[in-house]
């Protein structure tokens, strides 16, 4: 049975870069990789313009970001084994929970958010490796 590892994303440049870098953890180790993202509700929307319609859903646009970050992945590190999912909740809730149901070895998040106030407040990654069933590896994606 492989290893999986999952990398949580929001859709940012940093959150961009911790998924790169767990893909590159991931090909080293033949574990797979499990893009993640989260929605905060299960709405969905229907808007009508003239004779246009659009149906707006929530969770369908968090599984197109993960697959978007999952397919940006594939093409910047070859032989990656990856897929892309979304879950309900806030998104270390939603990285632990999965983890757990996927009996999953590490969660990488990026490091924004657990600097000065953040680190008191909570951040994701801050959330997640308090409360993680795994290990967690927490990605220096800031600039500085």
């Known amino acids: 049975m492989s290893e999986i590892i999952l990398v949580g994303v929001d859709g940012s440049e940093t ?43 929530d969770a369908e646009q968090a599984r197109k970001l993960a697959q978007r970050v999952a397919n940006d992945v594939r093409n910047a590190v070859p032989g990656v084994k990856v897929s892309a999912a979304a ?24 490091n924004v958010g657990m600097k000065g106030l953040g680190r008191v407040l909570g951040s994701v990654a801050s959330s997640v490796a308090h409360s993680a069933p795994c290990d967690v590896l927490v990605v220096k994606t800031d600039s500085k």
């Open 87 to 110: 879950g309900h909740g806030k998104p270390g809730d939603v990285l632990i929970s999965d983890a757990t149901e996927r009996g999953a070895s590490m969660i990488v998040v990026g």
């Open 15 to 57: 959150a961009q870069r911790a998924a790169r870098r767990a893909a590159e953890l991931a090909v080293k180790i033949d574990a797979e990789l499990v893009v993640l993202t989260a929605h905060a509700s299960d709405n969905t929307e229907v808007v009508s313009i003239g004779s246009d319609t659009w149906i707006l859903d």
